[in-house]
């Protein structure tokens, strides 16, 4: 009883049936984390779904479902199957590879679907040294047993190429590997949430960082370096959409500038194995100004708030921002205060990110004001992506294996008659058996000419 059920539990994990049914859920999950967004904030999917439907998706762990214990549990079963599966039917390959072609009955080489008689005016030693040097000139090397009724010469090539479907195979599990490798579950399960981790970070201009904020956890995740936002860009449309955008950054190692780097969407930095990618933005209400006096070194910079009156004691001038326009989340232009108190004060409006020249009493001084940002960036650390690659690499070379090359055999019975010889040949090929017929004919042709 214990043997058969041991039986029922390997055929079911090996059967093709699972694999099919595995691959469907896969599938079918795939495509819900594709229509549901991963990892943004509980916020985003109440206000999408709702309470109660965004509670059931956090239950399921839908927000950061490539992560779930249930997606990595499919995969692992899928690895699990794909393996017993290979397990189960190599041995059956390795006994067809060492089935000796010499040991076929000769009668059973008329019933194959491929094969052809022709007759040789020589002796049986000549007729078996031509076909012999005919299979060596194509590459055959053949192989010869002296029967009773005459002489069987065998030859195969691309016997290897049956486990093609088995590098595919090994492909598949080593992709699945590195996704497991990867995955922040398997990081936290190993009691080191550094080893692999997604979390987010949104840097203001101007300032660094050496941590994360993992997704779904939420908790905080150091880096080993410190990150720092130089500048953020942004382009807009006519209409107040953003057009694209762009981080500056500098990575600071052991407090030293080591790398500057623009970040945008679809070209990350990668620094000590984590990749940054450009995902998001935030516009401040504050904005950098910088105020120089034309025809003197004097110059300061300072980040402002609207409404409020700064000082620049050196040169004597006070400025604030009274009024500002905007489209959509864009700063358009501002209306500035300005006074070297001398006189009326200076009321102007002047374009985000313009120069407005501003003619004193005490001189002419040049002003411009950026509206600033906080960059948001997406960080991920993926030990497993090198898996993952390779298993890709290895599949292609499994594919072309399986669909393209072939295991071919070759047999050649040659029998002495009145005449000569009778010789009957015949052919097998697991796949491309068109192509093969081909070149079994032309090789005939060839020791009939």
Known sequence: MTQQKKNSILSLFASVQLALSLLFLLAATSIIGTLIPQNSPPDFYIERYGFKTAQLLRILDIPDMY???WFLGLLALFALNLTICSLE???????????DGLTVPPAQLAKFPLHRELRLAHAMEAATARVEALFATQGWRARTANLEQGRLLFAERGGWTRFGVYVVHCSILI???GALVGSSTVARIIGNPKFAFKGSIMLPEGESTNHLIAFKSGEHIDLDFHLRCDAFAIEYYPNGMPKTYRSKVTVIDKGQPVHNADIEVNQPLTYKGVTFYQSSYQPYQNYQVSLKKQGSTAATTAVVATAKQT???EA???YGIINRESQGEATRRLKIWFTDNQGEPSVFWVNNNQEAIIERPSG???????QLYATGLQATKDPGVWLVY????LMLVGLYIAFFLSHRKLYAFIQPDADGCRILFAGEANKNKV???????ELINTLEK
């Open 316 to 318: 004597g001038v006070s």
């Open 89 to 99: 039917r190599i041995p059956q390959v390795i006994r067809t590879l060492r089935r």
């Open 390 to 393: 390779l298993g890709c690499l």
């Open 364 to 370: 002419t001084y040049l002003l411009t004001l950026r």
């Open 175 to 177: 992709i699945l590997a």
């Open 67 to 69: 992560n779930s214990w």
């Open 435 to 441: 192509g093969f017929e081909d070149k079994f004919s």
């Open 311 to 313: 000082d620049w004691p």
